[in-house]
């Protein structure tokens, strides 16, 4: 039977990929007949990567323009094209009430959550995609659609980034396909802070009663990269276990805006 993906043999950039839902995502693209290059900061999370999935990686940060374009020009080198570009890369810093945020902080969460996105498009586009066409998905988080205590800057950029995918979208059709996944809550190092210790708490107010794993994410964001989602863009597709509908299944308070509440960094 053949696959209604439509990804074999074609490649795919992929940012924050040395862990969580940036490494499920490249060994779901894999595992759909993709080749992958993969970035992330760690250098030796990359090599483990990209060694384990076949691909090629390089290490830097997405904040660097010349990391982007050094990581387009590696992608053509090594398979020839550019079918798919995830941006995945992200941070939850500065964390803490908008009020007391350092503007220098301010600046690189949105440099790293919207303007590193935008970059990298701007990168496989002219290198690639704006002759032959594609498919740019962007993680963003269900949190962009409402405020919550301590992540003001993370889910401000991350409103922008959804606002970005329909806007590119708009600009880029009918050649590239834009479009954002929102994950819930996910079991990663990133929200540790969340889920550790309260996640039996936490998963018992989510109809679909536990958290979200990385390949939760990875199987969404395989999807509207792939040829089976071909007439869909501009759309942020919701992956969270129902947390827009847990009023409906349960009147407790939302435990995971408990535990932002409660947690501060070091020194804090």
């Given amino acids: 039977m053949t696959s209604p993906y439509g990804l074999a043999g074609k490649a795919a950039i992929v940012t924050g990929a040395s862990r969580g839902i940036g490494r499920a995502v490249a060994k779901a693209l894999v595992q759909a007949g993709a080749r992958v290059c993969v970035t992330a900061r760690d250098p030796g999370g990359v090599s483990r990567v990209a060694e384990e999935l076949g691909g090629v990686g390089l290490s830097g940060s997405v904040a660097d323009?010349?990391?982007?374009?050094e990581l387009t020009e590696l992608t053509l080198r090594s398979f020839g094209r550019i079918d798919v570009v995830v941006n995945n890369a992200a941070t939850n810093e500065p964390y803490g009430?908008?009020?007391?945020?350092?503007p220098d902080r301010w600046r690189e969460a949105f440099t790293v959550n919207v303007e590193a996105p935008l970059r990298l498009v701007q990168c496989a586009w002219r290198a690639w995609m704006g002759e032959h066409g594609g498919a740019v998905v962007?993680?963003?988080?269900?949190?962009?659609?409402?405020v919550g205590p301590?992540?003001?800057?993370?889910?401000?950029?991350?409103?922008?980034?959804?606002?970005?995918?329909q806007q590119l979208?708009?600009?880029?059709?009918?050649?590239v396909r834009v479009n954002s996944v929102s994950p819930g809550l996910v079991r990663t190092e990133m929200a540790r802070f969340v889920w550790e210790r309260?996640?039996?708490?936490?998963?018992?107010?989510?109809?679909?009663?536990?958290?979200?794993?990385?390949?939760?994410?990875?199987?969404?964001?395989?999807?509207?990269?792939?040829d089976a989602a071909e007439w869909v863009t501009g759309t942020d597709l919701l992956v969270d276990?129902?947390?827009?509908?847990?009023?409906?299944?349960?009147?407790?308070?939302?435990?995971?805006h408990d535990r932002l509440r409660d947690h501060h960094l070091p020194g804090a």
Avoid at 242 to 256: F, L
Wanted: with cysteine.
């Fill in 241 to 256: 276990g129902g947390t827009r509908v847990r009023a409906a299944y349960s009147s407790a308070a939302y435990a995971v």
């Fill in 169 to 175: 979208a708009g600009e880029l059709a009918p050649t």
């Fill in 97 to 102: 009430p908008l009020m007391d945020a350092d």
């Fill in 138 to 146: 962007n993680v963003c988080t269900e949190g962009a659609a409402h």
């Fill in 150 to 165: 301590n992540v003001g800057a993370y889910g401000t950029s991350k409103a922008a980034l959804i606002h970005l995918t």
């Fill in 65 to 69: 323009p010349a990391h982007l374009w």
């Fill in 198 to 226: 309260a996640e039996d708490e936490v998963a018992s107010g989510l109809p679909l009663g536990r958290i979200g794993e990385p390949e939760d994410i990875a199987r969404a964001v395989v999807w509207l990269a792939s």
